[in-house]
């Protein structure tokens, strides 16, 4: 087992190499050197940036999705629009790379109302504003790439939903989804859930608020909807598909 580039935790079962993940022609070369017979790729942005589509051209089996299904991931207006497209339950957003129409959006939808960098920002690209006020100066920071850089050159204004946040993991392998279980992770930094989101702090599983008739609805209204959406754009997902939900009274 090797991990690329690793870290002091996995080294104490793998064996680390210092390879930058985001040299494709480094990691194929390692692969081959070395008769791998499987690599998984963990993290979103080599995903997104296409490293399982370059292993695949070379021949060597790949679990995580192409450049193009994990864009679901990579982008957050590229992912409300195919849900929206597809009829799967989400929350009402706009999208903007314009800082006046996003204020005038915010104006019209009120708040509270959260405020995402379209692009990876590493967990920390949502604002959560309480006030219209917030809210404004939040999309023109972020529109400005003060903030997150490139990954803020476009936001998502959000309805902002009320209830119990959920994960919901599944295997996707086309069309053919094998669910595997929910989790419910702490984001806020501070004690009693309060300060800005995180990446997540810590998690456990299986929730406990998602009992077996929950579980059905949440695999045939998301992840399978989904798989068979990316299928539908012509991008199959391989690999662990994911969903990050609110349970709201609705």
Do not use: W
Request: with cysteine.
């Amino acid at each position: 087992l090797y991990c690329l580039p690793g870290n002091a935790g996995i080294q104490q079962v793998a064996q680390c190499e210092p390879i930058d993940v985001t040299d494709h022609h480094a990691v194929i070369e390692f692969c081959n050197a070395h008769d791998i017979g499987l690599v998984v790729i963990g993290p979103e942005s080599p995903l997104v940036d296409g490293l399982a589509d370059s292993l695949r051209a070379d021949g060597i089996l790949t679990f995580g999705p192409s450049a193009a299904a994990a864009q679901i991931e990579g982008s957050k207006a590229f992912m409300k629009d195919l849900l929206a497209k597809y009829d799967i339950p989400t929350a009402f957003y706009g999208r903007f790379t314009d800082a006046d129409a996003a204020c005038a959006y915010i104006e019209e939808k009120g708040a509270p109302i959260v405020i995402k960098t379209d692009g990876l920002a590493a967990g920390k690209g949502v604002i959560i504003a309480e006030t219209i006020e917030e809210a404004k100066a939040t999309a023109r920071t972020m529109l400005s790439g003060e903030a997150f850089g490139d990954a803020g050159r476009e936001i998502v204004v959000e309805e902002f939903l009320v209830g119990e946040e959920v994960s919901y993991f599944g295997l996707a392998h086309g069309a053919e989804v094998i669910p595997l279980t929910s989790a419910q992770d702490h984001k806020a930094v501070g004690d009693g859930d309060t300060g800005p989101n995180t990446g997540g702090m810590g998690a456990y599983s299986p929730a406990h608020c998602v009992d077996p008739a929950m579980e059905q609805m949440i695999i045939d209204q998301t992840i399978q909807k989904l798989a068979d959406a990316c299928v539908s754009e012509g991008h199959p997902f391989e690999g662990v598909i994911f969903v990050g939900l609110m349970l709201t009274d609705k």
